[in-house]
């Protein structure tokens, strides 16, 4: 088969790394791509939001599957476009990515079709949002209603931090707000391979979206992961997958919205059960970066099973991987581009390029999130330790990173 995946961070470069080790493949492509890929597949010069481009690359090239990394690619149509086309794709199309793109959509999935959330309210004006959220008080969750990148999400612990999140969404013209109840307990992140209701749950991960140490500073895309999670029980997971996860597809289905593709739920296991906090229509990133790489099993294979409505069961090697993101200094407010980075031929992890670009045969940061070092071991301690060993021998002044990834699995 020949394989083409869209997109250009460290989750397309960890997929395309995980589609490449299938014996049903002969050529991986990735549309952009980035250098790390280049060790093993095809780098194509189309951007991800170059939908008829990306079509037109799947018909000359004779492609047998696409796989989409990036949100913003399936809220453009790219399925809609490639399945026109008799193109077999594996992401849902533009009006199911609405369970990402829109946050009152997905709230209103899971109203009525009785999926565990917070209860909350949309607003379109500050107005009757600030009275809402007087009503409510503090701790709130104020969530602006488009895509943002793991961005525009505020968890207010005081009434204060809410009133700055509804300035800032409201200074954007047309801009919505969901404002939801704050849920207390552990979070993680569930992902699915998904064909209309028909699931194949992944091992879970445990992502830090603040920037700094101890969960503190704004929320990022992700800045680390580790998996699996050992206070997620299997319990927990069936209880996700029964409750949350398998509701939704059916009620999309009931939508007429069938979904295909990679569902993510991001989850809290709360003293009254497992709640949703949100959906993606696409694996996580970083989570794709610390589960691929434990994965025995082909994901070509479990891509082709779904598809056919078969729920397989997935093969996991026994260790636990770290992964720490290196960010480029002022992420997430801004990013450091074209700093040199210099990664050791020593270092042993897995490295997935998130923002990276090769300069006359240099290494170069281009993005806000740079690199994720994936460490592996038998437990956690020791795939912690691994990975931060790497994350020390990579040379680039203008990189950070948080020192406490893996740590709350360790209370």
Not at 53 to 61: D, Y
Not at 113 to 126: C, E, I, Q, R
Not at 242 to 249: A, G, K, S
Not at 369 to 390: C, F, H, P, S, T
Request: with cysteine.
């Amino acid at each position: 088969m020949k394989v083409l995946v869209i997109g250009k961070g460290g989750r397309e470069h960890a997929l395309a790394w995980k589609i490449n080790q299938s014996p049903l493949v002969e050529k991986v492509y990735v549309a952009p791509g980035n250098p790390g890929v280049e060790e093993f597949g095809v780098n194509v010069n189309i951007k991800d939001n170059d939908i008829e481009g990306l079509v037109n690359f799947a018909l000359k090239e004779k492609i047998d599957l696409t796989v989409v990394g990036p949100e913003t690619t399936l809220a453009l149509g790219v399925a809609d476009a490639f399945e026109e086309k008799g193109l077999k794709i594996f992401g849902p199309k533009k009006d199911v990515a609405r369970l990402e793109s829109s946050k009152d959509f997905a709230k209103k999935i899971m109203e009525k079709y009785n999926v565990p959330t917070g209860a909350y309210k949309t607003f379109d004006n500050k107005k009757d949002a600030l009275e809402y959220v007087n009503k409510k008080g503090a701790p709130i969750v104020i969530k602006e209603d488009g895509l943002k990148a793991g961005k525009g999400v505020t968890v207010a612990m005081k009434i204060e931090e809410a009133y700055e999140a509804l300035d800032i969404a409201f200074d954007i013209p047309g801009n919505r707000v969901v404002i939801e109840d704050y849920l207390d307990g552990f979070e993680f992140s569930l992902i699915a391979l998904a064909h209309n209701d028909k699931v194949i749950p992944l091992e879970v991960g445990q992502d830090h979206k603040r920037v700094f140490d101890g969960d503190k500073g704004p929320n990022t895309g992700g800045m680390g992961v580790y998996s699996p999670v050992k206070r997620v029980t299997k319990d927990i997971i069936e209880a996700s997958v029964n409750e949350i996860i398998r509701p939704t597809l059916k009620g999309l289905v009931e939508e007429g919205l069938s979904f295909t593709g990679f569902i993510f739920a991001g989850i809290m296991d709360t003293k009254d059960g497992v709640k949703t906090i949100e959906f993606n229509a696409r694996f996580g990133d970083p989570e794709a970066e610390s589960i691929l790489p434990r994965m025995e099993s082909d994901l070509v294979q479990l891509i082709l099973d779904i598809m056919n409505e078969k729920e397989t069961l997935v093969k996991w090697k026994e260790t636990t991987t770290c992964g720490v993101v290196m960010a480029s200094e002022g992420y997430p407010a801004s990013s450091t581009p074209n700093a040199e980075i210099i990664i050791p031929d020593d270092v042993k992890s897995q490295i997935f390029h998130m923002g990276t670009k090769m300069e006359d045969g240099k290494l170069l940061t281009n993005g806000g999130r740079v690199l994720i070092v994936v460490g592996e071991g038998k437990n956690l301690q020791e795939a912690m330790k691994n990975a931060y060993e790497d994350v020390e021998k990579i040379k680039c002044e203008k990189l950070f990173f948080r020192r406490d990834i893996g740590a709350k699995d360790m209370i």
